[in-house]
């Protein structure tokens, strides 16, 4: 039997019971073949955390939860157990998942186990405060295929009197107790989001979080926590994705007695909760995992998760299409006869996706009007959409339209219209930025406008494909329409009902694909995957800069999310960087082109073309299969990703070197992931391999390595390899 074979039978066999609970020790364990999760109920009723880390294959190891001894009055044993879900209530300091305060006054909760229930990979824990008030409903659930667990958690007030939340995190995640551990988290700004960062975790608390509204470009909802040092390929890493597009917090802590926890979910910035009795209040979802083999095959996990279980479709959606999008080409000055003109150039390129973007509705000829009158401008396409959208689609292409849809210029009829629709404070100044205001999307009749205008477009003309933009951050968050208990709420009833909208226009419109852009790479995050096809990484597209922002991306997400332009030089940093050099790094995701192909040159042309065949050959193995980043850029001269498809035939090596000094040759590249017993056949596309033997070795590809030759500043390569025999 082939290994993937024997490992499709064990994953079946354990998900039959990838959740069990032993009753004598009073212990759950959340097992898969690559990793195992464990708590118990402790003599005194708390559920405590007792494992997470490879896979175990004897559950009689684990121990029961237990009471610890109190080390002093200042550290008593309250504060030395790890708590699944701690209540702020006695002697308990550190981040609590839930703080709430009753109407009476009492801000005292001390939740213990109350009943359980088990239900395929699922698992539902229900813990009750001390005095039988507040209820915390665990929801676990665990991806055999991954060994992901994700949590979410629905809090419910049961007694009578009301209470407000205070923070309801979604989860708590103990790591073993322990030493030598360290952060990494992707941090950044506009035009240069998802840096990877990497400290050492030492104690105290480090916020990871943002307060802007979305998901924002400075700090994004993922962590991922080493022991040892780990690197690609070796080491323990415990990682993390919060599925949430508005305020989010993750903090790191680690307490006094070596003890780290990730505490995350909503913000508890400007958050208050009111919840009355009988009601209940739902925590968006966290999803955590590890990986025994660094941090490549944490983000392989994540990915894979990502493409099964969470994309729209999941293992049923298509690759991502080769897209052309206007803005860089065009900015604001879109026309019929000017879109005609690309249209015909995209096509003959290979594009099948022909996106027009900002600047086709109301009075939008600079970003000063027009945001909010979303009917068609009739200077620029005086009869209508209808001719442009026929003509590409004659031409093969389907059509995509871009919309900045929660937003209003005060330029607008929309505003003139319905001044009180955006988040304000009466009397207080409104903040423009990019000279707009943000809708209050929390509003019931500001979510069915949105939802009325973006079915009516995609009802009324051929669409495939909304890029939907969101230009700027949240200020004066002001609901003053509803009761003033109610008013903070607004942070979140915005996101749930941007949720809803997506939701339900896809729902509707089952062909129509979304890509969610916020400025680049500002709302990007495992909650609003459940509803886009792919996500604007940056509007920085420049070429190089761009290598170190998809190493980042890569951590966490998936290249089949990554749209990645070709654009024209000089770009960003005033910097040049050769055509195929821009499609190559573009081609490590869901590619697009940016250019104005009305200046394109005879060989910009033919290049173009190849390279947009060669992306067909190639962008299953790369957006479905499995990534090895092999040189980070980060670290590197030269950068280099390695793609295998999950059938294991194809392989696809990119490289890029940056600048050549003193006339030295690129590191060797050691392949990874390949079967050592096959031999693979090479294909190169300009004759930069070294190593001139047409087939080798898996094993050879990855001792020895391959050579290249990359010279100059800003060369780059890839190599196919096709898998010919086993051995
Ligand atoms: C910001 C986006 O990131 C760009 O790609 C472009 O769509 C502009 N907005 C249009 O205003």
Redesign the pocket.
Same mark, same amino acid.
């Given at each position: 039997m082939c290994r993937a074979a024997i490992f499709a039978v064990f994953v079946s066999a354990l998900s039959a019971q990838s959740i069990q609970f032993i009753p004598a020790k009073k212990v759950f364990v959340l097992s898969s073949p690559h990793s195992t999760y464990a708590m118990g109920v402790s003599p005194d009723g708390e559920l405590q955390h007792l494992y997470w880390g490879a896979a175990l294959w004897r559950v009689d190891d684990l121990p029961a939860a237990e009471r610890k001894r109190d080390i002093s009055s200042f550290d008593p044993h309250e504060m030395l157990e790890a708590e699944e879900y701690p209540g702020w209530g006695g002697p308990r300091f550190y981040e609590p998942a839930l703080k709430i305060t009753r109407a009476d006054g009492d801000r005292d909760l001390v939740l213990h186990y109350a009943s359980h229930k088990i239900d395929g990979d699922r698992l539902l824990i229900t813990l009750r405060d001390i005095k039988e008030d507040v209820e915390a409903n665990l929801d676990y659930r665990i991806y055999p295929d991954t060994g992901i667990v994700s949590r979410r958690v629905q809090i419910v007030n049961r007694s009578k009197q009301a209470f407000t939340i205070e923070s309801a995190q979604s989860a708590t995640w103990n790591l073993p107790e322990g030493d030598g551990y360290r952060l990494s988290y992707l941090s950044g700004r506009w035009a240069a989001e998802t840096q990877l960062n990497r400290e050492p975790i030492h104690e105290g608390m480090k916020v990871l979080e943002s307060r802007l509204g979305e998901s924002g470009h400075n700090l994004n909802p993922w962590f991922a926590i080493d022991q040892g040092n780990a690197d690609e390929q070796h080491g323990s890493v415990w990682f993390g994705a919060l599925a949430w597009s508005g305020n989010w917090r993750i903090t790191v802590e680690q307490t006094p007695y070596k003890q780290v926890r990730v505490t995350g979910g909503l913000n508890t910035f400007d958050f208050a909760q009111p919840l009355n009795p009988g009601q209940s209040f739902d925590t968006p979802e966290f999803f955590a995992g590890y990986s025994a083999n660094g941090f490549g095959e944490a983000s392989r996990l994540l990915h894979n998760l990502e493409r099964t279980h969470i994309e729209p479709g999941g293992a049923t959606a298509r690759v991502r299409p080769v897209l052309y999008?206007s803005?860089?080409a065009t900015?604001?000055n879109v026309d019929e006869p000017g879109q005609r003109a690309l249209a015909d150039k995209a096509a003959k390129l290979g594009v099948e996706l022909f996106v027009m973007?900002?600047?086709w509705f109301g009075k939008r000829n600079t970003?000063n009007a027009g945001l909010g009158d979303w009917t068609v401008n009739p200077q620029k396409f005086p009869n209508g959409l209808k001719p442009l959208i026929d003509h590409v689609n004659s031409l093969g292409m389907d059509f995509g339209l &871009?919309v900045?849809p929660e937003m209003v210029n005060p330029d607008s009829d929309l505003y003139r219209a319905h001044p009180d629709w955006v988040m304000n404070f009466p009397g207080r100044p409104r903040s423009l930025l990019?000279n707009q205001l943000v809708l209050n999307l929390a509003r019931s009749d500001v979510r069915d406008y949105i939802f009325g205008f973006l079915d009516k477009l995609a009802t009324e003309n051929h669409l495939r494909y909304f890029?939907w933009?969101m230009?700027r951050i949240f200020a004066e968050p002001g609901w003053p329409d509803v009761p003033l208990d109610q008013q903070k709420e607004i942070w979140r009833q915005y996101v749930l009902n941007y949720y809803e909208i997506l939701r339900r226009l896809r729902e509707k419109h089952p062909n129509l694909e979304i890509e969610s852009?916020?400025?680049?790479g500002g709302r990007i995050d495992l909650g609003v995957l459940r509803y886009v096809d792919e996500v &604007?990484t940056?509007?920085n597209t420049e070429a190089f800069d761009r290598l170190r922002i998809q190493e980042g991306f890569s951590e966490a997400y998936a290249a089949k999310f990554m749209s990645a332009w070709v654009t024209d030089v000089p770009n960003m940093n005033h910097r040049s960087t050769p055509l195929s050099y821009r499609f190559l790094v573009a081609m490590q995701g869901a590619l697009g082109i940016?250019s104005n192909l009305n200046k394109f040159s005879a060989e910009d042309t033919e290049l173009a073309t190849k390279m947009i065949a060669l992306d067909k050959r190639i962008r299953e193995t790369v957006q479905m299969g499995d990534l090895y980043r092999l040189l980070l850029p980060s670290e590197n001269d030269t950068a280099s990703n390695q793609y295998i498809s999950k059938d294991g035939k194809e392989a696809v090596l990119f490289a890029f070197r940056h600048s050549q000094e003193y006339n030295t040759a690129p590191p060797t590249i050691h392949l990874a992931g390949l079967d050592p017993k096959a031999t693979y056949k090479l294909e190169t596309i300009d004759n930069k391999l070294v190593e001139k033997q047409p087939e080798l070795s898996g094993a050879y590809l990855m001792q020895n390595g391959l050579n290249l030759i990359l010279r100059g500043d800003f060369d780059s390569t890839i190599v196919l390899l096709h898998r010919v025999s086993k051995d």
């Open positions: 999008n803005w860089e900015e604001f973007d900002d600047g970003d &871009w900045e990019r890029k933009d230009n852009c916020s400025g680049g &604007w940056s509007d940016g």
